[in-house]
């Protein structure tokens, strides 16, 4: 039976029994990162563009900054100083509704390689995995590993009875993921869910064999999304055409517009960005499929609730 700590914190055993618990997830994660190679590295938290995903939203910080939903644009303009393995656990912010899943401040943990792809990003995190069950004492039945890996064109075949990889319609494909592909999901232990339509595509690269995807996973455990891995986009005019399309996205969904980040711009263009595979993972989240803890204010020592 995996434990489990009242919203409130409960006694205060239970409070500092939480803080060892994120402790130990935290050492552990370091201590796989510099097994493997990696480099520490620290970004700002104020950003003057805050990213190119036209779904999420930032918060202001004052004087033309937010405060940065992800490291994900510094992080990679860290790569072309020939930085090859690069690692961070950060805060992040954004600006959305409280819930079970969700506060508008958390931990993110990114990390870059170059010379790979999102399989071989996938790979590690299946490795991440195994490494976080052996250092937590996990036991063995706990996680059975390798999870399966599906792709969307499966899932929604299977599911919701089309390929949205093939004939996209944004309407009738996030309709389904809410009424039938999610509920799907949280009954799925640990899964890999690969290969997602290319209008999804963010700054993950679209293969020129099958244009109809782009190169990205998510990992979900417990129907809790936990990761979001690409295989980076390298092209510096593709770039620049998908941040015009995610700003005209922004507009047409009534949101405003955020500034051009200049540097990676520039950074794109030269030295450029190397051949990689990145993945941004919530901390908060893996903590809580972990431990089986419902509601991430139990694994935050001062969520919004306790301020």
Known sequence: MR?????????????????????????????????HGYLA????????????DPYIDAIPAGEGFYLAPSPELQMKRLLGFGLDRIYQITPAFRAEEQGAHHSSEFTMLEWYRTGTDYLGILDETEQLINHLMRELELPAQSWQMPFPRVTVQEVYERHAGWNPCQNWDEDRYFKDWVSVIDPWLQNQRGLFLLDFPAPLASLARIPEHNPGICER???FMDGLEIANAFTELTDPLEHGLRFQAAQEKRIAMGKDAYPPDEGFMSFVRAPGMPDAGGIALGVDRLVMALFGIPHIDMVQAFPLSRL
């Open 217 to 219: 996973f998510e990992l």
């Open 41 to 52: 590295v620290q970004t700002p938290v104020r950003v003057r563009c805050p990213g190119f």
């Open 3 to 35: 434990e489990l700590v009242s919203l409130d914190a409960g006694s205060s055993e239970d409070f500092v029994a939480l803080i060892k618990k994120r402790h130990t997830v935290l050492k552990a994660l370091r201590n796989f990162f510099e097994q």
